[in-house]
């Protein structure tokens, strides 16, 4: 068993930073990825950025030079550091991790970019 602990989420005016941070837990041997997601209302959930084990870093056109993804790997953990967030950034945010080749996901969490 598996558990992805998401906290950092919150209301940020546009322009702010914000960081979320995921820590896993439980039967882990061996981690492929690790990385974040994120849905907005009516919309489909939609690949954030993501680090794999070797430490290649993958991200969404939308969020290249504003977001960067780090890892801790003595604590199991993944960072998401949000800089100049959008309106447009708004959504559930959602923690991924695989392992042993098996796809786990956080509960979720909210980012609002308002004024």
């Known amino acids: 068993q598996v558990q992805l602990v998401e906290s950092g989420g919150g209301l940020v005016q546009p322009g702010g930073p914000l960081r979320l941070s995921c820590a896993a837990s439980?039967?882990?041997?061996?981690?492929?990825?690790m990385g974040w997601y994120r849905q907005a209302p009516g919309q489909q959930r939609e690949l954030v950025a993501k680090?794999?084990?070797?430490?290649?870093?993958t991200y969404a056109d939308s969020v290249k030079g504003r977001f960067t993804i780090s890892r801790d790997n003595a604590k199991n953990t993944v960072y998401l550091q949000m800089n100049s967030l959008e309106p447009e950034d708004t959504a559930v945010y959602y923690c991924?991790?695989?392992?042993?080749?098996?796809?786990?996901w956080g509960q979720g969490t909210q980012v609002a970019v308002s004024s």
């Open positions: 991924n991790a695989v392992i042993d080749w098996v796809w786990h």
């Open positions: 439980g039967s882990i041997f061996s981690f492929n990825a």
């Open positions: 680090i794999t084990n070797s430490g290649r870093m």
